[in-house]
């Protein structure tokens, strides 16, 4: 297949993505919406319980927040374009592209990834506004760390979309899976240990907040750490990706693909 063909696949994706958005744009209005209502719930509630002693946390909020929402958005947008395509019984045309699924799939993570930094730099403004605090924001040092911390989230969006093929209703599962999300992204700031270099979010977070909170660049991070967070966020999106496709020909073997 030429390159323009791949651009041109990206740009159909990219396209059909936006439409879907502008189409549907109250569900995306209410997704912007949801995630500030679940900010501002955490950040007025916790000021009415613990006053002036949040504003040492407060940074870290923020900026746990901000990644929570870039993963958050990611995951649920990978896991529900599966699932949707299965609903409409299109996803059996996507097979059938002289793309492969596999392409496609690749040019709507894209997508996602993009559509998922902008949300949360679009919402992080807002937080900012709210607890008017200001921050490091330095895009050559936070994009980079933040696109390769979603990496697991669109791998576990590959897992789930794989389990909802077979098993269908699973959104309580998936809704269950947000609360681990919040635990692994804060754990940075509670615990120190070797096993926040193998668990997901949890090194990206703790990257994210010595360059926004402390003003790290890129280049003064820890090597070994960056070196650390590329091969956890590329572990799990391509192990994620790899059981999606045995789900996806388990699914296709027992003749329930498009059973919804």
Do not use: C
């Not at 040492?56 to 649920?76: H, K, N, Q, S």
């Amino acid at each position: 297949m030429s390159r323009t063909g791949h651009l041109g696949l990206l740009a159909a994706v990219f396209e059909k993505q936006l439409i879907l958005l502008k189409r549907y744009w109250i569900n995306t209005a209410m997704l912007l919406v949801g995630f500030y209502l679940f900010f501002a719930l955490m950040f007025f509630g916790g000021q009415a319980a613990a006053g002036d002693s949040l504003d040492g946390t407060l940074d870290g909020l923020v900026v746990g927040f901000f990644l929570f929402i870039g993963v958050t958005a990611a995951y649920f947008d990978v896991a529900g374009n599966v699932m949707r395509e299965a609903q409409w019984g299109t996803l059996e045309q996507l097979f059938m592209s002289p793309f492969g699924i596999g392409r496609v799939l690749l040019a709507k993570t894209v997508f996602n990834i993009v559509f998922s930094v902008l949300i949360a730099f679009a919402l992080l403004a807002v937080m900012l506004i709210t607890t008017d605090r200001t921050l490091t924001i330095d895009p050559v040092t936070i994009v980079p760390i933040l696109l390769i911390t979603i990496l697991p989230a669109i791998g576990l969006g590959f897992l789930f979309a794989g389990l909802s093929l077979l098993y269908k209703r699973i959104e309580n599962v998936q809704q269950l899976l947000q609360f681990g999300f919040i635990g692994l992204i804060a754990a940075p700031g509670a615990i120190d240990s070797t096993v926040l270099l193998v668990v997901p979010f949890s090194l990206g977070s703790g990257l994210l907040s010595q360059a926004m909170i402390e003003g790290v660049h890129l280049w003064q991070l820890d090597g070994w750490l960056l070196v650390a967070l590329v091969g956890n966020g590329t572990a799990y999106l391509l192990g994620g990706y790899a059981v999606f496709h045995l789900l996806v020909r388990r699914a296709r073997k027992l003749g329930v693909m498009g059973h919804y």
